[in-house]
Nanobody
């Protein structure tokens, strides 16, 4: 069983930045893919980004490319989501997710076994 510990989200104005982190409770140098989904009110959960701790491959949704960056520290089993140039449409609850493996291209919510409790990110105009 892997537990995910997310950092707190926050509130910013349009164009601002936030950084989320997610630490997975696994042995150092474990082979997990860690990432984020988000869910806005009245909308389905959508894939945001993923990082393969083994190999370092990344995957970003088209809606955040050029604004968000995902990176990780394999020794700490921790992944970071740097969110820049935030827009009101980025407002959502962000969930850290994880799955065992090496492929960061998986984007379906059912493909991720472990989910964090979620953290609110609010972007005001």
């Amino acid at each position: 069983q892997v537990q995910l510990v997310e950092s707190e989200g926050g509130s910013v104005q349009t164009g601002g930045s936030l950084r989320l982190s997610c630490a997975a409770s696994a042995r150092p140098y474990s082979n997990y893919v860690v990432g984020w989904f988000r869910q806005a009110p009245g909308k389905e959960r959508e894939f945001v980004a993923a990082f393969a701790l083994s190999g370092g491959s990344t995957n970003l949704a088209d809606s955040v490319k050029g604004r968000f960056t995902i990176s990780g520290d394999r020794a700490k089993n921790t992944v970071y989501l740097q969110m820049d140039n935030l827009k009101p449409e980025d407002t959502a609850v962000y969930y850290c997710v994880a799955r065992y493996g090496f492929d960061s291209r998986r984007t379906g919510p059912n493909e991720y076994i472990y989910w964090g409790q979620g953290t609110q990110v609010t972007v005001s105009s």
